[in-house]
């Protein structure tokens, strides 16, 4: 059987989707990264519910034949840059929970672990974020780009009133979604949003969840969090019978630079409620997760510094620090790194160099990223556009934040 399975599959087709809600339906995807994109040729696909997609003739069948045909599918790009630059990505954490060695090709589909998003309502209005994962964001997109009459590629057709402001209410998740789910024997839940902490749907998957599941005692979540709401106390009574929590705060800068990207919020809020979740009564394993981009990279060291002295050491198992992970802003492409002018680029990459606090691992990540593609001028003009217009209906500054880029604006 090994001899038959190639080392490139993941094992996420065997055992594990993820769905999100979406104004025309649901979206069954292997894993949260998976693109489902325009050049997606599983794109007609995305919408087929969970119970067709992993059954005989989903489409999950047709990935789990490409990949023991050894191919590596362009829907896993994200995985194969993160294990050239950092050695490990998401698809060695698939085969922790699934060695490839124990993979039967002919096995049915049956669910260990999932990955959910209840619905886009959200708190925040992230300048990198889209109306997508959070509703406070098409507040943003009405009050700084409708005006001015920009647009936004992340704003399709189904998220837009007929005047062509976004839609501001959030998607509603059909919770009758959980009847086709089997959540007996699951291992693992992440929970997404939006913000998780205040989705109402989210206390109701965790009643059922203890429910359905044959043994709660050995469940691990995980949430990814924006860490300015707390949960309300019948979610932490669940996380005292559970095996594990695991709060991944979504946190890109110390101070002002997180209010900066992460429109909505007072740092304050954030530094406390880490404190908070440390005296829970539950076993809680806390780390950031950072997405880079042209505003945060000039002082990612500081809120490195922050998550050294505010964290616990843990047991995650990332090499390098234990405390903070690192990703970077692709969409909207005006916010990825690598557009910016070359001197720019050599400019941050000298901040990165330096940093006192950044382990090398992590620098040699940041700077393979960064240099990895060519100065783009439209999506640099762009840049400047969006974000002076955020700023005039934010109130607030990018010189306030970045000031290196002030010589490099067109």
């Known amino acids: 059987m090994t001899s038959k399975v190639p080392p490139t599959i993941c094992t996420a087709p065997w055992m594990h989707f993820a769905v999100s809600t979406h104004p025309d339906g649901f979206i069954t995807m292997p894993c949260c990264r998976f693109r489902l994109g325009s050049d997606s040729e599983y794109r007609k696909h995305k919408f087929q519910p969970p119970e067709q997609a992993i059954g005989k003739n989903g489409y999950f069948e047709d990935i789990r034949k ?21 050695g490990y990505s998401y698809r060695t954490l698939m085969e922790e929970r699934l060695k490839i060695s124990d993979v039967d090709p002919n096995a049915p589909f049956q669910l260990k ?8 309502l959200c708190n925040l209005s992230c300048r990198m974020c889209d109306i997508t994962q959070s509703s406070q964001w098409a507040n943003l997109y009405n009050g700084a780009f409708v005006p001015l009459g920009m647009k936004d590629d992340a704003v399709d057709d189904e998220y837009l009133n007929e005047d062509g402001r976004a839609k501001v209410e959030p998607v509603k998740f059909d919770l009758a979604l959980l009847d086709t789910i089997d959540l007996s024997n699951l291992i693992e839940v992440k929970i997404l949003g939006g913000e998780p902490m205040i989705t109402p749907d989210h206390l109701v998957f965790l009643r059922r969840l203890m429910e359905d599941s044959k043994h709660p ?10 860490a300015t709401k707390r949960p309300p106390q019948e979610v932490i009574n669940f996380w005292k019978k559970m095996n594990k929590i695991e709060i991944v705060c979504s946190i890109d800068g110390y101070g002002t630079v997180n209010e900066y990207q992460r429109i909505g919020h007072n740092w304050n809020v954030i530094d406390d409620n880490v404190k908070w979740y440390q005296n829970l009564d539950a076993n809680i394993e ?10 945060n990279i000039w002082k990612v060291d500081d809120l490195v510094k922050w998550a050294d002295d505010s964290l616990p050491i843990t047991s995650h198992r990332n090499p390098g620090s234990h405390r903070i992970t690192f990703d970077f802003v692709q969409k909207p492409h005006y916010l990825d790194v690598t557009i910016m002018p070359d001197d720019a680029k050599e400019k941050c990459a000298q901040v990165i160099k330096s940093a006192g606090n950044l382990q090398s691992s992590q620098k040699q990540f940041i700077l393979a990223y960064l240099n990895s593609k060519s100065y783009n001028i439209e999506h640099w003009k762009e840049f400047w556009k969006k974000m002076e217009a955020i700023d005039k209906y934010t109130n607030q500054s990018l010189s306030s934040v970045a000031p290196q880029l002030e010589e490099f604006k067109i």
Do not use: D
């Not at 990949?67 to 950092?86: F, I, P, S, V």
């Not at 672990?113 to 886009?120: G, K, R, T, V």
């Open 217 to 226: 005692e050995k469940i691990k979540l995980v949430y990814h969090t924006n």
């Open 66 to 86: 490409k990949m023991l045909a050894g191919k590596k599918l362009h829907g896993c790009q994200k995985c194969w840059r993160e294990e050239e630059h950092k």
């Open 286 to 295: 806390l780390r950031v997760h950072t997405v880079i981009s042209p505003l």
């Open 113 to 120: 672990y999932l990955e959910i998003f209840f619905s886009n």
